[in-house]
């Protein structure tokens, strides 16, 4: 196709009736102004895009996945065959527009994303009247993110962050470098940059020759958005020295990263012809805060770098330590169910480690003590040990080593690890007590790291779903202020320590989904979709008793979809009486037993102005029914207290 420098409605089609078919049903079906479809899709005629892009467009993003029937809910969770990405993919122009919209989703602030956009297409309309609005491009763009969450483009700039780090970064040990964060240019950055894609990818009388672009924290983003566009990847240059590993002799645009970053770094787009003067086009260097959904190999691979476990001691060591703390972990997991909201501990992570360092001798000492019945008897939330070995072997591409068969074994007997501890040099490792105060200590950042991971395989083997997609930053909330990761260093560091909640270990793993459940009350979650993929307890499609795997989570791609009517999120609904179970049994418990024989439960949903409402009736006759506002959440506090007194092998 033979880029435009500007697009009109006037060659939409040779057939109006052709065109209003699909465009209507596609605006009904995601509520969208036609006009806001029609113009992205022939703004789509003056975008470059790659051909591997265009299959990557029509092979993730355009396909609608085949449904999942929620039984319990009587709804399903997909996408509608008519919807915009669908009719958008079905013109070349279209499938170019989604190759822009793919890089856009990536944007943490999506209003600035549509302003970007919305920017760009004013700027090549040849008729100023039939602009879409900003909410009207806003609209679109929200009805076609949750697809092109699954373009692939977050993993391209995953790959070129770790491939930056490692070529221009000169570290010893491994420390968070300037790459290490998703950045995206700003609006009118972006816009310069397409611009001058566009004037590299036409033919005919097009006269560029080649481009420069300077940038900084915007790198990764940047080069790979240029070979998203163009097929190849950009050379690059640091400071005034090409980097001989990222050089392209074939490739016509050049990166360029200032090895003196100062805070008025600018972003600068240069245009080279064959005829004219080079064109310079620098605007401050803003940047916007980019986040994308990887998959969970990739998601392991930017864990072990980010940590430093990719290779050397420290990863010899966490290679060394991961199946013992991870048995650990699920052995000692709390009962408790606590609320996240409860928690006001101001206790920091170092402090909770230097005071366990100190007892190391003693832990090391100590033999192992008699199994506790009672642990033994408890209900895991896990799917099993294999679950977790599975998922180990997803995320990092390798089978966990074999676990020693000794009680008196601990974490600090591992050669590995014990190199680290001699070597650390800070007074809680006795050594030079004065470095100690620097915050520096090799122990303590070993730990914090091998619980981060820790947390990580556990929470996400809670999925069935091989196909999920990880939020790339989701390890920067996990460091900030997380109570399940200060739970999990303290178990590390002492096994005899309480092991972590049920409600952090389902938060940690809807945070690393790309959902949000902090936005409203965690009583009140049944169902959400975000980032492309909805997720929801396995517990409610379940109809037997569970004795592990009550905390399992289904996965699947689309929104939820009631009677037409698609939702983002399902909620119990506001209201409703409680039922009271007899306090008094009438024999002893040996076995499941229903203490409400007369009453039959059923699932309710009914619909809201921004979710759809949940609730649980109860008939207690043919004709008689008890709308009741129990939280289907609830069951997993239940749940966690429960144990096992009897099994029966039938």
């Known amino acids: 196709m033979a880029l435009q420098l500007a697009w009109n409605l006037d060659h939409t089609s040779s057939s109006a009736v052709q065109v209003a078919k699909g465009l209507l049903h596609a605006a009904t079906t995601d509520n969208v102004q036609p006009l806001a479809i029609m113009a992205c899709e022939q703004f789509g005629n003056t975008l470059a895009a790659s051909r591997d892009t265009l299959r990557k467009i029509e092979h993730c993003v355009v396909p609608t996945p085949q449904p999942a029937m929620l039984n319990f809910l ?35 602030d999506q209003f600035k994303a549509v302003e970007a956009l919305h920017d760009m297409v004013n700027s090549t309309a040849t008729d100023k009247t039939l602009v879409p609005t900003v909410r009207q491009v806003k609209d679109l763009l929200a009805r076609i993110e949750p697809r092109c ?79 998203w566009s163009l097929g190849c990847p950009p050379s690059v240059v640091y400071g005034n020295t090409i980097v001989p590993s990222l050089e392209q002799a074939d490739s016509k645009v050049t990166v360029i990263i200032p090895n003196n970053e100062t805070p008025d770094t600018a972003f600068v787009v240069q245009i080279y012809s064959s005829i004219h003067s080079p064109t310079l086009l620098v ?273 699947h791609p689309g929104l939820l979809i009631h009677h037409g009517e698609t939702y983002d999120m399902a909620i119990r609904s506001p209201g409703g009486m409680c039922l009271s179970p007899p306090r008094f049994f009438p024999e002893q418990v040996q076995k499941p037993c229903n203490l409400c024989p007369d009453l039959d439960l059923k699932w309710m949903a009914s619909r809201g102005e921004h979710s759809l409402h949940i609730s649980l009736g109860v008939m207690s006759g043919p004709r008689s029914w008890l709308v009741m506002g129990l939280s289907p959440y609830a069951a997993f506090r239940t749940l966690a207290k429960a144990l096992i007194t009897t099994l029966i092998f039938c």
Not at 174 to 181: A, G, H, I, L, Q
Not at 217 to 225: P, Q, Y
Request: aromatic residues 10%; charged residues 20%.
């Open 283 to 555: 605007s401050p260097g803003w940047k916007e805060p980019a986040v994308g959904m990887i998959s969970l190999q990739c998601y392991g691979q930017s864990l072990l770098h980010e940590y430093g476990f990719d290779s050397g001691v420290m990863g010899a060591a966490f290679r060394e330590a991961i199946p013992y703390c991870l048995c650990l972990a699920m052995a000692k997991l709390s009962t408790s169910f606590r609320s996240a909201k409860t928690d006001q501990s101001h206790t920091t992570v170092f402090g909770i480690i230097r005071e366990l360092l100190q007892q190391r001798g003693n832990l090391i000492r100590q033999t192992a003590q008699s199994k506790d019945s009672t642990a033994a008897q408890r209900l895991s939330p896990f799917r099993g040990r294999n679950a977790v070995y599975k998922t180990y072997q997803a995320l990092f591409g390798r089978r966990l080593d074999p676990l020693l068969d000794d009680n008196e074994f601990h974490i600090f007997n591992l050669p590995h690890t014990a190199v680290i501890q001699q070597e650390c040099q800070c007074s809680g490792c006795d050594v030079q007590p004065s470095r100690c105060f620097n915050g520096t200590c090799d122990t303590i950042d070993f730990y914090r790291k091998l619980a981060a991971i820790t947390v990580d395989v556990l929470v996400v083997s809670l999925f069935d779903y091989p196909d999920l997609q990880i939020c790339n930053d989701s390890t920067q909330d996990l460091w900030q202020d997380s109570r399940l990761h200060k739970d999990m260093v303290r178990l590390l560091l002492d096994p005899k320590a309480d092991g972590v909640g049920v409600s952090d270990l389902l938060d940690r793993a809807m945070r690393l989904s790309g959902h949000n459940l902090k936005r409203l009350n965690e009583e009140d979650w049944v169902i959400s979709s975000a980032k492309g993929q909805a997720v929801w307890p396995a517990i409610y499609e379940t109809q037997s008793h569970i004795y592990k795997g009550y905390l399992s989570l289904l996965c």
């Open 149 to 227: 969450q699954r373009s692939g483009f977050a993993e391209e700039v995953a790959g070129w962050q770790m491939l930056l780090d490692r070529s221009l970064t000169l570290r010893k040990t491994p420390v968070r470098s300037k790459f290490d964060t998703w950045s995206a240019p700003s609006p009118q950055n972006l816009g310069s940059l397409v611009n001058a894609l566009r004037q590299l990818s036409r033919v005919g009388n097009a006269d560029i020759t080649r481009i420069t672009i300077q940038t900084s924290k915007c790198a990764a983003w940047t080069i790979a958005f240029v070979k």
């Open 74 to 108: 009587k709804c399903t969770v997909g996408y509608s065959k008519n919807d915009c990405a669908s009719y958008l993919g079905q013109s070349l122009a279209g499938l170019h527009f989604l190759t822009l919209a793919a890089t856009l989703v990536t944007w943490k």
